[in-house]
């Protein structure tokens, strides 16, 4: 029995890691930690997100994959990451379509550290004059 050729990608987002297997099938199909990805993204606008590099594709893809880290939001981001690197290695003349919409660059932005005699990162104490 032949499997099935799949890409593995990972994508990033904050401290959320997501490990991507991507296959190409006759119907779509996206699952998520074993879950759907309806199951996993409760609202509208995260599975948007985490699938947003799909519509800019033809084919369509069988998705598995494995979200660890970080938070809800943050791990659709690094699905959407993730998914778009594996269309870039599946065909490469979709990276530019997808390079112009900003899914191929890993948000850097994440959590500042605290610092010493602060609160917070920046956050200080409230000054008082007397």
Request: proline share 3%.
């Amino acid at each position: 029995m032949a499997t099935a050729k799949y890409l593995e990608t990972i994508g990033r987002r904050k401290t959320a890691s997501a490990r991507v297997r991507l296959t190409e099938t006759a119907k779509q199909n996206v699952s998520v930690n074993g879950k759907t990805l309806e199951e996993y993204f409760r609202t509208a606008e995260l599975v948007r997100i985490s699938v947003a590099p799909l519509a800019h594709h033809e084919k369509k893809f069988t998705i598995t994959a494995v979200l660890r880290g970080g938070g809800i939001a943050g791990q659709a981001v690094a699905l959407s990451h993730g998914i778009a690197r594996a269309i870039v290695e599946f065909d490469a003349t979709s990276r530019t379509p997808l390079k112009k919409l900003g899914l191929l660059k890993r948000d850097p932005r994440a959590k500042e550290r605290k610092k010493p005699g602060l609160k917070k990162a920046r956050k200080a104490a409230q000054w008082s004059k007397r």
